[in-house]
């Protein structure tokens, strides 16, 4: 079974910049979750899809990050314009539905703004 | 609110040695509770997790967790500890109503040979 896949490992980028990340998570899951993990600091959640629909964005800071989850599969955050806070890993994790099942993480985003 | 409070950022065992990683939690109606690892440049991998059965919990690499109520703990042991074993470790917790998961901060784990 494929694990959670994510594009791309590492980015650096500028401050003001745009950056778009990418996440196709487990055939057959319908949860989908955006974390953002800051050094030293355990895993937040930005954003919890359930199909193609938001379940919770309450800690998505929406002035400058969005995510779509098109088709209810595949999945992409984006952060416009990025800040030098924005500096994190970026996990993306997909589970059969959300509750006690088991939650699966991708490998993660390191992106480093500069 | 729901919160997860892991004691100690750092934790160094001898090889061979009980493993000891502390979580407290937080929370106004009964959780769910799960323990992660996180080894350098991966993601998370689930090492167990209590859902209102059995309260003493086994999970995978001879790891354990004991959820005590009356406590509101669910710390994490494994009765003697090998070289792979270090990495960051995460509680987290889940009920349902906030229907989210909230992660404590992580105990990064040194074996010493």
């Known amino acids: 079974e494929a694990g959670v896949a994510q594009s791309p490992r590492y980015k650096i980028i500028e401050k003001r910049q745009s950056v778009a990340f990418w996440c196709n998570p487990i055939?057959?899951?319908?949860?989908l979750y955006w974390y953002q993990q800051i050094l030293g600091q355990g895993p937040k959640l930005l954003i919890q899809?359930?199909?193609?629909?938001?379940?919770?964005d309450s800690q998505l800071p929406k002035d400058r990050f969005s995510a779509e989850r098109l088709k209810g599969v595949d999945s992409t955050l984006k952060i416009q314009p990025a800040k030098l806070e924005d500096s994190a890993v970026y996990l993306c994790?997909?589970?059969?539905?959300?509750?006690?099942?088991?939650?699966?993480f991708g490998q993660g985003t390191r992106l480093t703004v500069v | 609110a729901q919160s997860v409070t892991q004691l100690g950022s750092h934790v160094s065992v001898s090889e061979g040695a009980l493993v000891l990683l502390r979580c407290n939690y937080s929370?106004?109606?009964?959780?769910?509770l799960f323990w992660y690892v996180q080894y350098p440049n991966q993601g998370l991998q689930l090492l167990l997790k209590?859902?209102?059965?059995?309260?003493l919990v086994k999970g995978i690499n001879g790891f354990e967790a004991e959820f005590k109520k009356s406590e509101t703990s669910f710390h994490l042991t494994k009765p003697s500890a090998h070289m792979s074993d270090a990495a960051e470790y995460f509680c987290?917790?889940?009920?349902?109503?906030?229907?989210?998961?909230?992660f404590g901060t992580g105990t990064k784990l040194q074996v010493i040979p």
């Open positions: 929370s106004s109606v009964p959780p769910y």
């Open positions: 994790a997909s589970s059969l539905i959300f509750k006690n099942t088991e939650a699966f």
């Open positions: 987290a917790v889940y009920s349902g109503g906030y229907q989210k998961v909230t």
């Open positions: 055939s057959g899951h319908a949860t």
């Open positions: 209590y859902t209102s059965a059995a309260t």
């Open positions: 899809f359930q199909n193609n629909g938001v379940v919770d």
